[in-house]
């Protein structure tokens, strides 16, 4: 087991992925806004029409709000078994290092927690706008 190139999948892979998740999630609740803003929602015939281009990209968020959750676990699993895997290596137990390292491990969880709350506040607030949206539409075509 090659425990710097684990290292680096921590530092580097799990929370580089879960940095670009938060930018994704930003992007797509960004340009859902503004193509909200500028729907004419009158202008579709059929209210399935409409359905189908409301929610573009909002599964996107969806799933973005739910499994950064779980790669931020990831890394953090994996940090734990890097401390412990060198704890057995170095046959020592340093109290400090060992809660430095766990400590590092977390971040990961953390970072993750950091994308998934944001995520799903924008996944929610786009569905309250995509139930208006098609309320409106139902109003004025009834």
Known sequence: MNIDLMKLTVDYGILGILIFMGFV?????????????NLDEQSYSKK??????????????????????????????????ITFYEMGQTGQIDVKIIMTSLAFALKATALGLVVA??????????????????????????
């Open 25 to 37: 999630s930003l992007f797509f609740y960004i340009e859902r806004l503004f193509f909200y803003k």
């Open 48 to 81: 399935d029409l409409l359905e189908i281009e409301l929610t573009n990209n909002t599964s996107i968020i969806a799933s973005i709000a739910s499994n950064s959750v779980y790669i931020g676990l990831l890394g953090t699993v994996m940090g734990i078994l």
């Open 117 to 142: 709350i944001p995520a799903m506040m924008f996944y929610n607030h786009l569905v309250r706008k995509i139930e208006v949206k098609l309320a409106l539409w139902q109003i004025h075509n009834s």
